[in-house]
């Protein structure tokens, strides 16, 4: 079923809308699955796996490279959410799964479940048992629609936020991480996509408003203030973070003009943590020392405060950024200007202390802080400009990185279309003239997912990071993922993923690194019900004892394994866990 702007009637709309998350909505948003056959496929080099011994204490997991040594004791590990339709409608849909491990000299390159709930069971076996979010949820979850993390705090997006059909939008971590906060959109408006900026500051959420039947993005603020891995010990909405949540709160919802049906959002400010000077550290507050926590800089220390205005600190934070939508059906792109959002954090943090301490009253009523668009006139985002679209989008992604001013649509038909967003991802703001076409390339017909390529040198060194310079992208069409270098306004495909395990992907995710490059890709297989992780490059351990370890079977790619569900996955959203 498509309902166009215009088209269908307010049955066809609200019936669409309440199928988001089931089967009919897989179709809508990422069409049919593939008629490619096996001929000419490769069976990609998978590596045998072996038992870690987790010091005996009955955990453990599978691992691929390597070889077990205490004596390399360096540890990191990547957990996602991943979102499926179950067979089992009674399942809520959503599993955590451990992605990646790199510990003692070894490396785990194949989703299972993660080692810290001892191989027992479904970490999210009965969402019930969070009392918090069923009672703001009003019933047990289910029915996940997306999922989203940040991209641009290092690898410190600890929470991953899941949106429900019924309109809940809740935290999901890991064991150290595992999120404790949720709000609920309000009634008549379905979750179809997510996205959060770049440090964590804001969460877009694209609705469906089945009363108005029109299209819209909810704004919330995120904070943290739990002083968890560093990050703050006071709670500030709207400002980097570590993306521990503890605070969200609903600002507002903003139209978006002649789109009734977005299904995909995706932000970026001018500001990234990971890519700044000091490595996403900040300063203390007399200069001296470059290696400081945010918990050791709290705002009510005025000159903590001072350092961000005119010290050490000043301009580590986001002043300004954008967000790109696409509706499938209505074949247009919106962006939006968040400069406003920002300058509002602003002016309410970072000049008077008066203003300051406005922010200490923090709640959710209408005129407590963070304050609601309706109490705070002109801190809303505004639409920057609407772009008609030949063919209908299906995938976007804005560069994170300050200075490549970029946002990429993919289309139907095949094509990565990039757009330059100018002064849009800069402090001072941009035009709508800024915005236009510059450029496309060829990435396979109905590309479903657009990753961003995180594979990293030692530290995460913004110098080796391919943020910014690397896509990752998924063809359903074509059964493929393919890599995507961008060059100004050209772009390239590298290399081309394809294995006869990969029967139907929809969606990619890369992982992140810490102390060692393990560039390992995962990806939804969605009538496959199983995701599959893919290496795509060396295995460097650089703080493990320096070892490199070339991908088997003379290939470009290896299969690392694979996840099978009892249902069928169409997202996942992973990061490392601290």
């Not at 004596?71 to 990191?76: L, P, Q, V």
């Not at 991943?82 to 990646?100: C, I, S």
């Not at 993005?217 to 949540?245: C, H, I, M, Q």
Request: some cysteine; overall charge neutral.
């Amino acid at each position: 079923m498509v309902v166009a702007s215009g088209g269908g009637d307010a049955s066809d709309y609200l019936q669409l809308a309440q199928n988001y998350s089931l089967a009919a909505g897989m179709e809508y948003r990422y069409g049919t699955p593939s008629t490619v056959s096996d001929s000419g496929f490769p069976t990609l080099y998978q590596p045998s796996s072996r038992r870690f011994d987790n010091h005996g204490n009955g955990s453990g997991w599978d691992y691929q490279i390597g070889s077990q040594d205490i004596s390399k004791n360096d540890y990191m590990s990547n957990h996602a959410q991943l979102l499926f339709v179950p067979d089992a409608m009674t399942h809520p849909g959503l599993a955590v799964v451990q992605t990646m491990v790199m510990a003692e000299g070894t490396v785990s390159e194949k989703p299972e479940l993660p080692w810290v709930y001892y191989g027992g069971g479904n970490p999210i076996i009965d969402l019930t048992t969070r009392l918090n979010y069923v009672l703001t949820n009003g019933g047990p979850l289910r029915q996940p629609t997306a999922v989203a993390h940040s991209y641009g705090q290092d690898t410190w997006s600890t929470n991953s936020l899941v949106t429900f059909q019924s309109g809940l939008v809740a935290a999901f971590g890991s064991n150290t991480g595992p999120g404790n906060v949720a709000v609920k959109l309000a009634p008549g408006k379905v979750p179809t996509a997510i996205a959060i900026t770049s440090n964590n500051e804001f969460a877009l959420v694209t609705v469906w408003d089945t009363n108005q039947r029109k299209g819209q993005v909810a704004v919330l603020a995120l904070g943290t203030g739990n002083s968890f891995w560093g990050d703050w010990s006071e709670n500030y909405p709207g400002f980097r973070n570590k993306g521990l949540f503890t605070f969200m709160k609903i600002l507002g919802y903003v139209d978006l003009p002649g789109m009734t049906q977005p299904t995909e959002i995706c932000a970026a400010t001018d500001y990234t943590a990971s890519s700044d000077d000091n490595d996403s550290w900040l300063v203390s507050a007399d200069g001296r020392d470059r290696r400081y926590e945010a918990r050791e800089l709290p705002f009510s220390n005025e000159t903590n405060r001072v350092s961000f205005i005119s010290g050490g600190n000043r301009g580590r934070y986001s002043r300004s950024g954008y967000a790109t939508i696409i509706s499938k059906a209505e074949k247009k792109v919106i962006f939006l200007d968040l400069k406003p959002l920002f300058s509002q954090m602003f002016n309410m943090y970072l000049t008077s202390r008066s203003n300051f301490l406005l922010t200490q009253n923090t709640g959710m009523l209408p005129s407590q802080w963070p304050y609601t668009f309706d109490n705070a006139p002109g801190s809303a985002p505004t639409v920057a400009k609407v772009v008609d679209m030949a063919q209908a989008p299906t995938a976007v992604r804005t560069n994170i990185v300050p200075g490549y001013n970029q946002a990429y649509v993919a289309t139907q038909d095949g094509t990565l279309h990039l757009f330059s967003v100018g002064g849009y991802s800069t402090t001072n703001g941009g035009t709508p003239a800024d915005i236009r076409e510059v450029g496309s390339v060829a990435v396979g017909s109905n590309p479903t997912s657009i990753a961003y390529s995180k594979n990293k040198g030692y530290n995460n060194d913004a110098n080796t990071c391919n943020i910014g310079k690397e896509l990752i992208v998924c063809s359903r069409g074509e059964r493929a993922i393919k890599w995507v270098q961008i060059s100004g306004n050209s772009a390239t495909v590298t290399k081309t993923l394809r294995d006869t395990r990969l029967k139907d992907p929809v969606w990619v995710e890369d992982n992140d690194n810490h102390g060692s490059e393990v560039p390992v890709i995962s990806v939804t297989d969605y009538s496959g019900k199983q995701l599959l992780n893919y290496r795509y490059g060396n295995i460097i351990f650089h703080t493990n004892g320096g070892n490199t370890y070339g991908i088997g079977g003379n290939g470009q790619f290896e299969c690392g394994g694979a996840y099978q569900l009892q249902g069928r996955p169409f997202q996942v959203s992973g990061s490392n866990v601290p």
